[in-house]
């Protein structure tokens, strides 16, 4: 039963569905304003000739889908970013994971080193990547990684300017790294920390031993949810990459044809110097399908929304 | 629901803040003082100190409008083009282009009637880029271009002539390359971007004919391009430098003996290695060739969409037609760049000496303009092939077969009727 103060009259209906607007309208209409009418345009966009401009006449059906997917350079892009993907995911899950248990297992300055992994989340890409760029991994003999190799008689290495080897791969690759297993960490550290202690202890009477033995049947099985939520954020974040790959790679007179995932090419082709909004807009919305049915693909592989998980 | 006067005071308020959120574009209704409309104009950011008051001086001076400079980092390119697809752009500005696309969309203000009496006395290098269907879209503010940087010194050292041709360039560069300095900087990506189409040009070829038609459908194109992976594969190269091809650090700090830069760097170069330096066009590939170099101009342009064009187009002739003092002291004062007007250039004492009096002659003799033609998506496709061909190895006569088809295709499209 509701209890009120006396002379005060208790919450009605009314400003009830008064105060939901107040809180819920100003982001409701952001989302509309800023996500949903604009990806409406876009949409709307792919269907025309719209060569600077976004108010376009010219009609032409399906053609900038037909041409986008017999383009090269972003076919090309598709490729780079799947590739990118497969490595970035599990690398990534791995060593979040592994810094967690780590953490975990801390009994001394646990919260100390839960920061120092967690810190690199806050630090823009853009600031990264130009660390990485100019001082860590930059081509000349004062470059951070050249002087290290230059102590063991190695040649000097243009990292982001060589593809035979591809060394700019290792550079996007420890970037990325550094700025996200933090943050995964975390979530993760969230999850050991709500597996129930009388399980371990379970386990240890049944005989099992710490460890691999453990981990496997005890703690993973325990982080399904967490390691589900985590993989498809990996991977939504994977195919949206931009900033560090933007940063790293692009000089004044454009961008690489290697190592260009789908945004720096949809970036380049409809708000760089091209501007042709049509064809651009059909990238994007071909882009966004392949996330989805990706991501949907992979909800359904781990089960999620299933009899399992409604249980739960 | 019934809402009441307070709350809607209050959203009225809280969305009275947001709309106030938007961007400043400087322009408004009218000006101050009584100096007619209020203008807004964009530059990009110039490097060199003092031109930004220098443009601010400009139009304090001018009586009949309200004129209010916008120096705007970033990408500049991007923001104008993006301005323009709305009504809340500058009214004049200045462009790398206007782009044909720009021009075809009618985003730019026909300017022809302000070249009256004038037009022979603009350097017709970089007027033609600003002229499409005979008209003329935008005021050439000055001429830049890029040259070949070497110093003399370190090839004297090495006994190495200054290169007059591309196989002579790319023995040269394996000469001079040691285990600190290499032997040529063309920018982190090898060359794919710098030099662009300069190779086809340096063969004697074009990007796109003046009838509208690919101008390097020739063997010596591929031979060009194989030449800057040769210097690629040599290891001449340098990569990976902290800052890329438009600045002159790499080459004043001895990271290289040779760079390709721009006309800019000069004083840079100059106040580092006092005269210990020389400047030298692309050279040439095969007995067909010539040597080569671009030149290009920033241009002053009016926004079709300006509620005060007949006003912009006034303030843009006396700026850059009426007052030549202030395009010289635009051109020379501050960085380092040729007027773009032809008896400005004839008479600027700082372009009479030495590799500045080289790159002058350089530039009526070699200089070849970037045609409207090569659109965005042309330059490209042609890009990102040079950049297979240079760091992979890619075959230049194969990839030049694919950039031909793709240039073709944009072709037919701006020959459209539209």
Known sequence: MRRTLPGRKPLGTQNRTLWFWVFVGPFALGLVLFTYVPLAWSVYLSFFDAHNTVSPTDFVGFDNYTSMLRNEAFTGSLVTFAVFSAFIVPTTFVLSLALALMVNRMHRAQAFFRSVFFLPAACSYVVAALIWKLSIFNGVRFGLANTVLGWFGADQIAWLSTTEPPWYWLVIVTLRLWLQAGFYMILFLAGLQRISPTLYEAAAVDGARPGWQVLRHVTLPQLRATSIAVTLLLVINAFQAFDEFYNLLSDSQGYPPYARPPLVYLYYTALGQEQNLGFGSAGAVILALVIAVVTVGQARWFGLGGKEDRQR | ?418
Request: net charge negative; glycine share 10%.
């Open chain 2, 1 to 418: 629901m019934t809402i009441s006067r307070r709350t809607l005071l209050g959203t009225g308020a809280a969305l009275g803040l947001l709309t106030a959120c938007g961007s400043n574009t400087g322009r408004g209704g009218g000006g101050s003082g009584g100096k007619g409309p209020r203008l807004a104009q964009w530059y990009h950011q110039y490097g060199e100190a003092g031109t930004e008051q220098a443009v601010k001086r400009y139009a304090a001076a001018y009586e009949k409008a309200d004129v209010q400079v916008q120096w705007r980092p970033g990408n500049y390119d991007e923001q104008t083009a993006a301005a323009l697809l709305t009504d809340s752009g500058p009214d004049v500005f200045e462009v790398n282009g206007p782009s044909l696309d720009q021009i075809r969309k009618g985003q730019v203000v026909d300017l022809t009637d302000l070249f009256d009496g004038v037009k022979d006395d603009f350097d017709p290098a970089v007027l033609a880029p600003k002229t499409y269907d005979g008209k003329i879209w935008a005021i050439p503010q000055v001429v830049d271009m890029h040259l070949l940087y070497y110093r003399k010194s370190l090839l004297d050292d090495a006994g190495v002539e200054p290169p007059r041709s591309l196989a002579a360039l790319v023995d040269a560069a394996k000469a001079l390359t040691t285990k600190k300095v290499k032997g040529l900087f063309l920018g982190n990506d090898g060359g794919a971007g710098a030099l662009g189409i300069t190779p086809l040009y340096a063969a004697g070829l074009e990007s796109v004919t003046e009838d509208g038609e690919v101008g390097f459908d020739d063997p010596a194109a591929a031979r060009a391009l194989g030449r800057l992976r040769q210097l690629y594969a040599d290891k001449s190269l340098l990569l990976g430098a902290p800052s890329d091809w438009s600045d002159p650090s790499a080459f004043t700090q001895e990271l290289t003996a040779m760079q390709w830069c721009g006309l800019w760097a000069l004083p840079a170069v100059r106040e580092a290695l006092g005269d210990d330096f020389g400047v030298l066009a692309l050279p040439p590939e095969g007995s067909g060739g010539r040597p080569a170099l671009p030149v290009g101009s920033y241009g002053a342009a009016v926004n079709a969409r300006s509620d005060h064009k007949e006003e912009a187009k006034d303030f843009l002739k006396w700026l850059w037609i009426d007052r030549t003092e202030y395009q010289e002291d635009f051109a020379l004062s501050y960085g380092f760049h040729i007027p773009a007007r032809l008896s400005l250039a004839k008479k600027a004492d700082k372009l009479k000496e030495g590799p500045a009096e080289d790159a002058v002659r350089y530039s009526t003799e070699y200089g070849y303009a970037q045609p409207l033609l090569w659109t965005p998506a042309s330059r490209t496709a042609y890009q990102d092939a040079l950049s297979r061909i240079i760091k992979s190895g890619a075959n230049p006569e194969s990839e030049l077969r694919s950039v031909m088809r793709e240039v073709r295709a944009e072709l037919a499209r701006v020959k459209k009727k539209r």
